[in-house]
């Protein structure tokens, strides 16, 4: 049975950095892609970026240059360093097991979340 579990998220100020991880347990492929999605409330998900085994990655553009996403292969974990966060960042965010590799691809399984909220 495939899961992911999120963690570190939080509350930090306008300007502040988070680091989010997830680990993902009962996946075996050697090669494969994550990423992490965001959803506030009453807005609809939005795919935040994406990393594949293979060390590519791709970003949103509302991201791009203040968060770094990276996979550890070895551990079968996901990372997204968040730097120079703004309110409008504030969410909860998911990381997936991605089918198409691509911020906001389509997806096989989801984590529970983790929020992250920014105060100005």
């Known amino acids: 049975q495939v899961q992911l579990v999120e963690s570190g998220g939080g509350s930090v100020q306008h300007g502040g950095s988070l680091r989010l991880a997830c680990r993902a347990s009962?996946?075996?492929?050697?090669?494969?892609?994550m990423g992490w999605f965001r959803q506030a409330p009453g807005k609809e998900r939005e795919g935040v970026a994406a990393?594949?085994?293979?060390?590519?990655?791709t970003y949103a553009d509302s991201v791009k240059g203040r968060f770094t996403i990276s996979l550890d292969n070895a551990k079968y974990t996901l990372y997204l360093e968040m730097s120079s966060l703004k309110p409008e960042d504030t969410a909860m965010y998911y990381c997936?097991?991605?089918?198409?590799?691509?911020?906001?691809?389509?997806?096989?399984?989801w984590g529970q979340g983790t929020q992250v909220t920014v105060s100005s």
């Open positions: 997936a097991i991605l089918r198409d590799c691509r911020p906001g691809g389509a997806a096989s399984y």
């Open positions: 990393a594949d085994s293979d060390g590519s990655t």
């Open positions: 009962g996946y075996t492929y050697s090669s494969y892609c």
